[in-house]
């Protein structure tokens, strides 16, 4: 199966072999890449395929049918990734909070990247299925992994338990008005771009399959192709 590595095909090694280390899956997963809900600072959640290059420096996202990267974030400017709804672009969407456990975000001094796994074949009015906060765990360890392996000094809240003080420190600088959490370029997902529709409620369809469309049909949510449940924290 091939995985879009840089926005490019690239082939992907299975990532079971009981002699692979923690920092070989870290890498796989985040270089590999996964498709998530992205939210921005209006309108409705869009999902985005999301990477890491392969130099692990720069974390990239784009349209599921597009093949350029619409947005990055250096890795050495994150400073928090954190697990649950604690940026002001989640705190908006009242309506979404049952779904902490699917969240995560990638906190820099002036943005956030703030995303949500959804990988459940079936309706759900409400909560967060095991294998979505399972998903949600490995990419954010992967991330802390990844932040400091640039920057030890990072994380000091990300390593703090859920639900802590430290959480408030973390993203105290940020606000709506200030967050620059959306697309270099522009495509209607934050960035000085406004979003269409409206915050979904109510019951959701999920679906464990990829986006559809040449450029994102090999896309998994939260995961890269051919991977499963084999990744491991």
Not at 25 to 46: C, M, N
Not at 51 to 66: G, I, S
Request: net charge negative; charged share 25%; proline share 5%.
């Amino acid at each position: 199966a091939a995985a879009l590595s840089g926005g490019q095909p690239s082939s992907v090694a299975h990532v079971h072999s009981p002699v692979v280390s923690s920092a070989e899956l870290y890498t796989q997963l985040l270089t590999h890449g996964g498709l998530f809900l992205k939210h921005g600072r209006s309108g409705a959640p869009h999902p985005r395929c999301v990477w890491v290059d392969d130099d692990l420096r720069t974390v990239r996202w784009r349209d599921p049918e597009a093949v350029k990267a619409a947005g990055e974030l250096s890795v050495t400017t994150i400073t928090h990734v954190l697990a649950g709804r604690h940026t002001p672009v989640f705190r908006r969407n009242k309506g979404r909070a049952d779904r902490d456990g699917a969240c995560l975000s990638l906190v820099a001094a002036d943005r956030s990247l703030d995303l949500e796994v959804e990988c459940v074949g079936e309706s759900l009015a409400a909560g967060v299925d095991p294998d979505e906060l399972q998903l949600r765990d490995q990419w954010v360890a992967a991330c802390r992994w990844l932040v400091e392996r640039f920057r030890p000094d990072a994380l000091p809240a990300a390593k703090a338990e859920e639900g802590a003080a430290d959480f408030d420190t973390a993203v105290g600088s940020l606000t709506l008005d200030s967050v620059a959490d959306g697309d270099a370029e522009g495509d209607g997902d934050g960035g000085g771009m406004t979003e269409t529709g409206s915050p979904e409620s109510g019951e959701r369809t999920r679906s464990r399959s990829g986006a559809s469309g040449a450029a994102g049909s090999d896309w998994q949510w939260g995961l890269y192709p051919d991977a499963g449940a084999k990744a491991a924290d």
